[in-house]
T-cell receptor
Framework: QKEVEQNSGPLSVPEGAIASLNCTYS??????FFWYRQYSGKSPELIMS????GDKEDGRFTAQLNKASQYVSLLIRDSQPSDSATYLC??????????????FGKGTHLIIQP | DAMVIQNPRYQVTQFGKPVTLSCSQT?????MYWYQQKSSQAPKLLFH???????NEADTPDNFQSRRPNTSFCFLDIRSPGLGDAAMYLC???????????FGSGTRLTVV
């Protein structure tokens, strides 16, 4: 059974600072990783995907992957109050992607303080 | 815009009264999923359809069933809802092996 672990928080970050969210996973053969943002009462929204070791940047978001350490992180630069949400880390149930769906961490609750 | 649509957004049902949640998609994705998410918990996969092939997660209760009459529609049937089935139910779609998943807006189920 694949496991995805996240610190549930809440993680409180001042507006304009960098928010750093972390995720570890149990399956060494996992190849793709996803970060979803979920506002209270809403469905998850994909914000980043990463497949290779290293960094991937998209606007204010940077995903970092270290497969040797089984660790993936999400950095949010210039944090805004609208970034306050729960961030879910997800890994495909099937190592090669396939169609078996995702397993999610419980999410980190991020609060950006104005 | 291509999207995943869930109806209704909010559903109140009585204890033990069968209820059906619906999901439709215009993305022409071949895989459709149903997740259950309880408060402050991770979404939990219940089952999925890969084309017409139904795949049930081992720990999904028998009380939960699903139908996919065509590519665009998928239904979640809860035969006898209990208080513990109150949750957000999320439909998602993907094109197998591409890694992209799209979620609908969810249906919040309340059992009274």
């Amino acid at each position: 059974q694949k496991e995805v672990e996240q610190n549930s928080g809440p993680l409180s970050v001042p507006e304009g600072a960098i928010a750093s969210l972390n995720c570890t996973y149990s399956d060494r053969v996992s190849q793709s990783f996803f970060w979803y943002r979920q506002y209270s009462g809403k469905s998850p929204e994909l914000i980043m995907s990463i497949y290779s070791n290293g960094d991937k940047e998209d606007g204010r978001f940077t995903a970092q992957l270290n497969k040797a350490s089984q660790y993936v992180s999400l950095l949010i630069r210039d944090s805004q109050p609208s970034d306050s949400a729960t961030y879910l880390c997800a890994v495909p149930l099937q190592a090669g992607g396939g169609a078996d769906g995702l397993t999610f961490g419980k999410g980190t609750h991020l609060i950006i303080q104005p | 815009d291509a999207m995943v649509i869930q109806n209704p957004r909010y559903q109140v049902t009585q204890f033990g009264k069968p209820v059906t949640l619906s999901c439709s998609q215009t993305l022409n994705h071949n895989v459709m999923y149903w997740y259950q998410q309880k408060s402050s918990q991770a979404p939990k996969l219940l089952f999925h359809y890969y084309d017409k092939d139904f795949n049930n997660e081992a720990d999904t209760p028998d009380n939960f069933q699903s139908r996919r009459p065509n590519t665009s529609f998928c239904f979640l049937d809860i035969r006898s809802p209990g208080l513990g089935d109150a949750a957000m139910y999320l439909c998602a779609t993907s094109r197998a092996w591409t890694g992209g998943y799209t979620f609908g807006s969810g249906t919040r189920l309340t059992v009274v």
